[in-house]
């Protein structure tokens, strides 16, 4: 190939790839997700990345119908998944007669939304979901135990998170009691952005949808009602007598008693929470790092009575939640969160010398079936070259391999950090790195 046909390597904006070590980490956050899940008796799921267009589209709407992938192929109208709850109803509304119920499960998995790329934003990334699907109907007490497990997964990543808690039958049953059901939706996209616009032009959009001033300031009232749940309910029982806004509070009010009796503790009571996609009805959500909540949400979820009802006649109600991995990780990383050089590609080298690749490659084999991470360094370069890369890979052990090591099956095993030294059996450098590695991670728990 000549250097005018070359192609210059780039990406496409939004889409995140990592390097090795940064990668390592990330799968370590989703086996620790994962690992939460499953202990939790959530079942594994994988759908496809494409849907078919008339099943993502089926309810969406708002912003979103805007940042959906779609195309065609031949004949066939499909899109990307936008997010994973969509393509589970479509799934649990094809497979109902062969699930048990509640069907519980969880999927790990990328979305695609096209929305212009910016800092924590992007096109591409992983959700981690977990949700609860009933037969017609489905207690409250999944929506506490989504809630819990939500909190569950942040503690397995040793974060510091308050979840935030709504209802939204409070808000629709006030817009209900004013007569304004037809524009619930639209009155719901604009006070979910009450954090993110100045509330004159809160107030403006609201006028402009046929709030009267007296409608404005009440709504406005109840969406920034926060706190614990006796302050809450307190507030908002002097506001409406609506049927369906006092439901909403009744579940808040039950949400909290569960999760007191589940082990929850950093809950707050957050009408600001609502949540962009229109399939919520109940209960919704959100995750922030304590003391930090203007970096914005972590990942959400909430509770959606009519979502199958596009696919199926047969009522299916569910709550759901989902941590946004990406965003999260990419957060931790610009917080320095992690420590890249206590995070090791590999484990142990061994480094060959003399006539001794083959030994070399089984005492390999041995470690890596003994559990421990190594690999060899048999490139044909000097010993003291090869020494060097350990250390500039920051490989902590080094086990060194010749004719009188293979021919006496001691091996010499050398600790990078501390420079120490000794001949052993493997047994005893397996058992060596491995008490090491408890050391370790015991010390960084402490930490």
């Known amino acids: 190939m000549t250097d005018n046909k070359l192609i210059t390597p780039k990406k496409l904006q939004g889409f995140w790839e990592l390097m090795p070590k940064e990668q390592m980490l990330f799968s370590s956050l989703l086996e620790k997700i994962e690992k939460v899940f499953v202990e939790n008796s959530f079942l594994p799921l994988d759908t496809p990345v494409l849907e078919y267009s008339e099943t993502l589209l089926a309810k969406s709407g708002g912003d979103t119908d805007k940042e959906i992938y779609r195309f065609t192929k031949g004949s066939t109208d499909m899109c990307m998944r936008y997010d994973l709850t969509v393509p589970l109803a479509r799934f649990v509304a094809m497979h109902k007669n062969e699930l048990n119920f509640p069907f519980k499960r969880y999927q790990i ?14 096109r591409e990334f992983y959700q ?18 989504c809630v819990r497990l939500f909190e569950k997964c942040y503690n397995a990543l040793d974060l510091d998170v308050t979840i935030e808690v709504s209802n939204r039958k409070i808000l629709s049953g006030y817009i209900e009691e004013i007569n304004k059901t037809d524009k619930t939706i639209d009155i719901l996209i604009v006070l979910d952005k009450i954090e993110k616009l100045p509330m004159e032009e809160i107030l403006h959009q609201l006028e402009e949808i046929g709030l009267d001033k007296n409608q404005r300031e009440t709504i406005v009232s109840i969406i920034k009602t926060s706190g614990n749940i006796k302050e809450v309910s307190e507030k908002l029982k002097k506001i409406s007598k609506n049927e369906l806004f006092l439901s909403g509070l009744a579940e808040l009010e039950q949400i909290d008693n569960l999760l007191s009796a589940m082990g929850g503790k950093k809950i707050i009571y957050n009408l600001a929470i609502i949540r962009g996609h229109n399939y919520y009805t109940g209960t919704v959500f959100e ?11 972590l990942g959400g979820g909430g509770r959606f009575e009519n979502l199958c ?29 992690f420590d890249l050089f206590q995070t090791n590609e590999i484990e142990c080298a061994v480094i060959n010398f003399d006539d ?13 079936q003994s559990g421990v991470k190594a690999d060899c360094f048999y490139e044909n370069k000097s010993f003291k070259s090869k020494m060097k890369e350990a250390n500039r890979r920051q490989v902590k052990f080094v086990i060194i391999v010749g004719e009188n090591e293979v021919n006496t099956n001691m091996f010499t095993l050398k600790n990078m950090t501390t420079g120490e ?20 991670l015991t010390l960084s728990n402490r930490n």
């Open 421 to 440: 030294q000794a001949t052993m059996l493997l047994s005893d450098i397996v058992e060596t790195i491995k008490s090491d590695r408890m050391a370790s």
């Open 356 to 368: 001794t690749l083959l030994p070399s490659m089984r005492v390999v084999e041995q470690l890596r």
């Open 109 to 122: 998995g990328k979305v695609y939304r096209g929305e212009r790329p910016q800092k924590g934003r992007f």
């Open 287 to 297: 995750s922030f790092l304590t003391g930090k909540r203007e970096l914005g949400a």
């Open 128 to 145: 981690c979901d977990a949700d609860i699907i009933g037969d017609g109907e489905l207690s409250v007490v999944a929506d506490a135990e």
């Open 309 to 337: 009802g596009y696919f199926s006649k047969d009522k299916m109600p569910g709550v759901g939640m989902s941590v946004g991995i990406t965003r999260l990780f990419n957060l931790l990383m610009q917080e320095n969160y």
